[in-house]
């Protein structure tokens, strides 16, 4: 059980939401059921239409405003941490940028600067310092003869400062190259796109962070993004509660998760085999869930009756592994889309469609598949209306 501190406003305001229910959610749908997550980010961006504002507004980014609102206050770091259930301080600081501090320690100065030898224009990366958007941090370009002498010179400098506390967290200077299929594709707009699918906090091209193996950093305490990856990795997002990351390692092509991961535990593994597959995957999964009627389940685990069934009826798209469960597939074709996340013990499903008619005649099929029957619902009322046709035709 985890406690999390309330203000009595936003306590009385959950007191309304139960009422007299002694069990069950807090929040519910019009129709009884669980209110989830895309149903709560369907009600805060109504409301925030209706109030007249004009930018995206999601759930976390109220979450962002309450934690940002706090430390401006004057509420000590901790104290937000806990309040946000954020397990590394850090991620709580993420979320106010480069300025927030740590309570009680001397903030490094911003951007970070350096001396290197002149006419040297590699990327040299701070994993946990930042580079400004669209400053080129000067170093030495790899391969050259003067590289080793200089990074050795500024690692025992840095070292030096970190005895001398002047240096937070895991900053340390590596040589990193951002791949080319990341210049090329993920571009300031892309990044926005893909972000709102799932409200991800972008990392690049906004900044440029490269996440390194422990033994290159001399902070105690030490704690990556992509645990147990041997070599350095560009940091592309955040997922919106600091769960996980995604980013590309250096010199490989593929995107990886790293976190707390479902059935994995704390590690990091391959989310998709290119960059250009990671931001179809993002685009395919904004569609499929904000196309039409929306149907979901929260299921047994995918047997291979369900999936045999999806793959004989649709066509496979681009499947990425990782989060939010070990293995995401998707389905597509006679005008519906099919995600799943499927994990150890359980499957969700979203199903949709951009008209009625082949949403209500590819469910009638769902309906014989193992345990989706009661399964399926919506918080669409047209989606409801139409599953409530499917399960009278299909009795």
């Given at each position: 059980m985890v406690t999390i501190p309330l203000v009595p406003r936003t306590a009385r305001a959950i007191g309304l939401a139960i009422g007299e229910r002694t069990e069950g959610p807090v929040f519910l749908a019009a129709d009884g059921r669980r209110l989830d997550r895309h149903a709560a980010g369907r009600i805060v961006r109504r409301t925030a239409r209706s109030s007249g504002i004009g930018k995206l507004v999601t759930p976390h980014t109220l979450r962002h405003a309450f934690i940002t609102a706090a430390l401006d206050a004057g509420v000590p770091l901790r104290d937000v941490q806990d309040a946000a259930s954020h397990a590394d301080p850090r991620t709580t600081m993420r979320v106010t940028g480069p300025a927030?501090?740590?309570?009680?320690?001397?903030?490094?100065?911003?951007?970070?600067?350096?001396?290197?030898?002149?006419?040297?224009?590699?990327?040299?990366?701070?994993?946990?310092?930042e580079r400004p958007p669209g400053r080129t941090c000067p170093g030495p370009a790899p391969g050259d003869d003067r590289a080793a002498r200089w990074i050795r010179d500024r690692r025992a400098r840095l070292e030096r400062a970190w005895r001398a506390g002047d240096v937070q967290g895991q900053t340390w200077l590596v040589a990193f190259e951002v791949p080319a299929a990341v210049e090329r594709l993920l571009t300031v707009d892309v990044a926005k796109e893909i972000a709102r699918t799932f409200g991800d906090q972008i990392v690049y091209p906004q900044r440029i962070v490269a996440d390194c193996p422990a033994g290159s950093s001399p902070a105690p305490g030490f704690s990556r993004r992509f645990p147990g990856w041997p070599g350095p990795v560009l940091v592309l997002s955040d997922e919106n509660q600091g769960v996980c990351s995604w980013g590309v390692p250096s010199g490989g092509s593929e995107v990886v998760v790293g976190g707390d991961l479902l059935d994995a535990g704390r590690a990091t593994m391959v989310y998709a085999t290119s960059v250009a597959d990671f931001i179809a995957a993002r685009r395919w999964d904004h569609r499929c869930l904000n196309t039409g009627p929306v149907l979901q389940a929260q299921a047994a685990e995918l047997d291979q009756a369900s999936l045999g069934y999806l793959q004989a009826e649709l066509t496979p798209a681009v499947p990425t592994a990782g989060w939010p469960g070990s293995r995401q597939y998707r389905f597509e074709g006679r005008g519906v889309q099919v995600m799943l996340w499927s994990q150890v013990g359980q499957c969700d499903w979203w199903v949709s469609a951009s008209s009625d008619a082949p949403l209500r005649q590819f469910t009638a099929g769902l309906l014989d598949l193992p345990g989706l029957d009661q399964a399926l619902w919506s918080n669409d009322e047209e989606g409801e209306r139409l599953l409530s046709e499917a399960r009278r035709l299909s009795r």
């Open positions: 927030a501090t740590w309570t009680g320690t001397r903030p490094i100065s911003w951007p970070p600067t350096w001396q290197a030898p002149p006419g040297n224009q590699a990327a040299c990366i701070l994993p946990g310092g």
